[in-house]
């Protein structure tokens, strides 16, 4: 007969559904991401609205929707534009609306906590500094002074806030001591430098300030993808298994990236 002991060891292992324990969660030291070659490269000024606001996937993976925006001097949002991109590769194709399914896909990436945990949650900081300053959120190529026009915020934006006070505001997003935006004169925009995976992955991603794309797990530990500069929009798809972003390639040009994740 099996021993009281062996017994017990048994049942530890399998749950009284009868059903094999589930293994432990994966980490960011065990998760592999391997990016692709680009899906498509596109210049801005060929779509309408210059500016890059959200990256979402479609249920069934096949496509990815995009929206640009115009901004006001005051860089809240003038008008939007919606584009689909087939996952596949092809250009983005301009529809009317939103489609429903970006609509309820962004709200869970770009939340403020976790879909898995809500105190696993992105704290947000503000504070003002007197100064000179021409800045945008972090991993745009105006951040921290720079004059470029083709990032996630306008030159003609910041000029009208800046030009609004001599103060210089300052917002940080901060999780699990990890910095996931920053934003000088500017509002945040939610998920345009992170995006949380969907219920049940357990990671965030995220654009650290150098603009190199992370990844992050619970227990707050963070593996940096060293291929990835200047990202932007980083989107999980649905179940967990790839990871699309923007990538700027020059002044006025995005490549959609797709990298897979092993975990």
């Given at each position: 007969?099996?021993?009281?002991?062996?017994?017990?060891?048994?049942?530890?292992?399998?749950?009284?559904?009868?059903?094999?324990?589930?293994?432990?969660?994966?980490?960011?030291?065990?998760?592999?991401?391997?990016?692709?070659?680009?899906?498509?490269?596109?210049?801005?000024?060929?779509?309408?609205?210059?500016?890059?606001?959200?990256?979402?996937?479609?249920?069934?993976?096949?496509?990815?929707?995009?929206?640009?925006?115009?901004?006001?001097?005051?860089?809240?949002?003038?008008?939007?534009?919606?584009?689909?991109?087939?996952?596949?590769?092809?250009?983005?194709?301009?529809?009317?609306?939103?489609?429903?399914?970006?609509?309820?896909?962004?709200?869970w990436k770009s939340g403020q906590a976790s879909p898995d945990d809500p105190s696993w949650?992105?704290?947000?900081?503000?504070?003002?500094?007197?100064?000179?300053?021409?800045?945008?959120?972090?991993?745009?190529?105006?951040?921290?002074?720079?004059?470029?026009?083709?990032?996630?915020?306008?030159?003609?934006?910041?000029a009208g806030v800046a030009a609004q006070s001599g103060n210089v505001n300052i917002y940080?997003?901060?999780?699990?001591?990890?910095?996931?935006?920053?934003?000088?004169n500017h509002p945040i925009v939610p998920g345009l430098t992170f995006g949380w995976a969907?219920?049940?992955?357990?990671?965030?991603?995220?654009?650290?300030?150098?603009?190199?794309?992370?990844?992050?797990?619970?227990?707050?530990?963070?593996?940096?993808?060293?291929?990835?500069?200047?990202?932007?929009?980083?989107?999980?798809?649905?179940?967990?298994?790839?990871?699309?972003?923007?990538?700027?390639?020059?002044?006025?040009?995005?490549?959609?990236?797709?990298?897979?994740?092993?975990?």
């Open positions: 007969m099996m021993s009281t002991l062996l017994l017990s060891c048994v049942l530890a292992l399998c749950p009284a559904d009868g059903q094999a324990a589930q293994a432990p969660p994966a980490t960011a030291a065990s998760i592999v991401v391997t990016p692709s070659a680009a899906v498509v490269e596109f210049d801005m000024r060929r779509l309408k609205g210059p500016l890059v606001r959200q990256l979402a996937w479609s249920p069934d993976q096949t496509e990815l929707y995009l929206q640009t925006y115009e901004a006001n001097r005051d860089a809240s949002v003038r008008n939007t534009f919606h584009y689909v991109i087939p996952v596949a590769g092809g250009a983005p194709r301009q529809v009317d609306t939103p489609p429903s399914w970006a609509v309820a896909y962004f709200q949650k992105i704290d947000v900081t503000s504070e003002r500094k007197i100064q000179s300053a021409t800045a945008t959120p972090m991993g745009g190529d105006l951040a921290r002074g720079g004059v470029d026009t083709g990032g996630g915020i306008s030159a003609e934006a910041v940080s997003m901060v999780l699990s001591g990890e910095v996931v935006g920053y934003w000088e969907p219920k049940g992955v357990g990671f965030i991603a995220f654009a650290d300030k150098s603009g190199q794309l992370a990844v992050m797990d619970r227990g707050g530990k963070v593996r940096r993808i060293d291929s990835t500069k200047a990202v932007t929009l980083p989107a999980w798809s649905v179940d967990g298994t790839r990871l699309a972003y923007l990538e700027k390639t020059a002044r006025t040009t995005y490549a959609l990236i797709v990298a897979t994740i092993a975990r």
